[in-house]
């Protein structure tokens, strides 16, 4: 008993199941116009015949149920894009229907285009355009959302945001990589430690100088991210200061910098590299081995005691200071730097406060110079073209 009624359930589901099918529209699917995809039209149609059928609202004829008609005519074969062949096509095969569409790669982006003709009526009876990211694997799941929204199907929102096509800020072309360069002149304050070790008396190892210095070098610059009111750049100085002193106090400086608005405000900072020259030494505070202030060397010790007899106080610890007469070493230090940059046509005319901090002192000060916009070159350079098949 139980099996009989089991059969005659299946049966029932079976004739309610093809009852509905048959009361089912029909649609076929022609070949779409594919462009700048290496996909053939004959694979995209396949898609949209599986994606059509995942809907439940069509019979949808396969490429076997089209093969008769499509050989009979040529033009149903190539170039039956538009309403007129559509619905000739839809005619032919005696379908309800009938499915086109369009997939153009067009640089970093794929516009996808279907239309879906009423036959009977000679009407468009529904068609949507949609722009996705260029992932041409994802071609199906592409056909998919668009024949889901088409159909008012909801559709997967996390799969839906990764392939729409993201419409990024413009990059003007105008301001894009631009390599600016100039000579760059100023003056600094020394302060802190360096500006004891610049007023020392050359006999116990200091610069002997005022305590200020001019600078002169020559700045390589080059922008690598550009938009109407940002743009980033990487900064190289050569920089020589104190010759109007007699020094030569060389130095480079490495800086990532940021420029905003059409004003040419700016913010950089980054590390700068010279050469310094130490000693290991202590400075008489209280003057007890004579002159108060007057720095020691451990040389200048060494022949002081020597002559004097004296022994070290236990309140004296030699340490490392700059000595010009020590050995050379690499120094570094940190710069930041404030300005803006004053435009007139191509010529550039930058103009900066900064500060160079190292451990105890620093220098703090002005730099202006000028340059002339010699090249740029486009930021979005046009993406290279696929093959058309």
Same mark, same amino acid.
């Given at each position: 008993?139980? $099996?009989?009624?089991?059969?005659?359930? %299946?049966?029932? &589901?079976?004739?309610?199941?093809?009852?509905?099918?048959?009361?089912?529209?029909? &649609?076929?699917?022609?070949?779409?116009?594919?462009?700048?995809?290496?996909?053939?039209?004959?694979?995209?149609? *396949?898609?949209?015949?599986?994606?059509?059928?995942?809907?439940?609202?069509? #019979?949808?004829?396969?490429?076997? /149920?089209?093969?008769?008609?499509?050989? %009979?005519?040529?033009?149903?074969?190539?170039?039956?894009?538009?309403?007129?062949?559509?619905?000739?096509?839809?005619?032919?095969?005696?379908?309800?229907?009938?499915?086109?569409?369009?997939? /153009?790669?067009?640089?970093?982006?794929? %516009?996808?285009?279907?239309?879906?003709?009423?036959? $009977?009526?000679?009407?468009?009876?529904?068609?949507?355009?949609?722009?996705?990211? #260029?992932?041409?694997?994802?071609?199906?799941?592409?056909?998919?959302?668009?024949?889901?929204?088409?159909?008012?199907?909801?559709?997967?929102?996390?799969?839906?945001?990764?392939?729409?096509?993201?419409?990024?800020? &413009?990059?003007?072309?105008?301001?894009?990589?631009?390599?600016?360069?100039?000579?760059?002149?100023?003056?600094?304050?020394?302060?802190?430690?360096?500006?004891?070790?610049?007023?020392?008396?050359?006999?116990?190892?200091?610069?002997?100088?005022?305590? @200020?210095?001019?600078?002169?070098?020559?700045?390589?610059?080059?922008?690598?991210?550009?938009?109407? #009111?940002?743009? %980033?750049?990487?900064?190289?100085?050569?920089?020589? !200061?104190?010759?109007?002193?007699? *020094?030569?106090?060389?130095?480079?400086?490495?800086? #990532?910098?940021?420029?905003?608005? $059409?004003?040419?405000?700016?913010?950089?900072?980054?590390?700068?590299?010279? &050469?310094?020259?130490?000693?290991?030494?202590? @400075?008489?505070?209280?003057?007890?081995?004579?002159?108060?202030?007057?720095?020691? !060397?451990?040389? /200048?010790?060494?022949?002081?005691?020597?002559?004097?007899?004296?022994?070290?106080?236990?309140?004296?610890?030699?340490?490392?200071?700059?000595?010009?007469?020590?050995?050379?070493?690499?120094?570094?230090?940190?710069?930041?730097?404030?300005?803006?940059?004053?435009?007139?046509?191509?010529?550039?005319?930058?103009?900066?406060?900064?500060?160079? !901090?190292?451990?105890?002192?620093? @220098?703090?000060?002005?730099?202006?110079?000028?340059?002339?916009? $010699? !090249?740029?070159?486009?930021?979005?350079?046009?993406?290279?073209?696929?093959?058309?098949?």
């Amino acid at each position: 008993m139980k $099996k009989t009624l089991l059969l005659i359930t %299946a049966c029932l &589901i079976g004739m309610i199941s093809q009852a509905q099918t048959e009361t089912m529209p029909t &649609i076929a699917v022609a070949n779409p116009n594919v462009n700048g995809l290496t996909l053939k039209p004959e694979s995209v149609a *396949k898609m949209m015949r599986l994606e059509t059928i995942k809907l439940k609202k069509y #019979n949808v004829y396969d490429e076997f /149920d089209m093969a008769d008609v499509l050989k %009979a005519k040529e033009e149903f074969r190539t170039n039956c894009y538009g309403q007129n062949c559509l619905i000739k096509l839809g005619t032919e095969l005696k379908v309800d229907y009938i499915m086109c569409g369009s997939i /153009d790669g067009l640089g970093n982006k794929i %516009a996808l285009t279907i239309k879906i003709v009423d036959v $009977k009526n000679q009407t468009l009876y529904k068609s949507a355009v949609k722009e996705f990211d #260029n992932q041409e694997t994802e071609i199906q799941r592409m056909l998919e959302i668009v024949l889901y929204e088409m159909h008012g199907f909801t559709v997967d929102k996390v799969i839906a945001d990764r392939l729409t096509f993201k419409n990024e800020p &413009i990059t003007s072309n105008n301001i894009g990589k631009i390599n600016n360069s100039g000579p760059r002149i100023g003056g600094a304050a020394l302060v802190g430690s360096l500006n004891e070790f610049a007023t020392r008396p050359t006999s116990q190892g200091g610069l002997d100088i005022a305590p @200020f210095v001019s600078m002169i070098g020559y700045q390589f610059e080059g922008q690598y991210v550009g938009t109407e #009111n940002f743009s %980033a750049l990487v900064e190289g100085i050569v920089n020589v !200061s104190g010759l109007e002193q007699g *020094k030569f106090l060389p130095s480079f400086t490495l800086m #990532n910098g940021f420029r905003f608005g $059409k004003n040419g405000w700016e913010f950089a900072f980054g590390p700068r590299l010279s &050469i310094k020259h130490t000693s290991e030494g202590f @400075f008489d505070e209280t003057g007890e081995y004579g002159q108060q202030g007057r720095y020691f !060397s451990r040389s /200048d010790w060494n022949q002081y005691a020597m002559s004097t007899g004296t022994q070290l106080g236990q309140n004296y610890t030699f340490e490392e200071n700059l000595d010009m007469r020590g050995s050379s070493k690499l120094s570094t230090s940190f710069v930041i730097a404030f300005g803006r940059t004053f435009r007139a046509g191509s010529l550039n005319v930058p103009v900066n406060l900064f500060y160079t !901090s190292q451990k105890g002192g620093g @220098f703090a000060g002005i730099n202006v110079g000028f340059n002339v916009q $010699k !090249s740029k070159q486009p930021i979005n350079k046009p993406a290279p073209q696929k093959g058309y098949y």
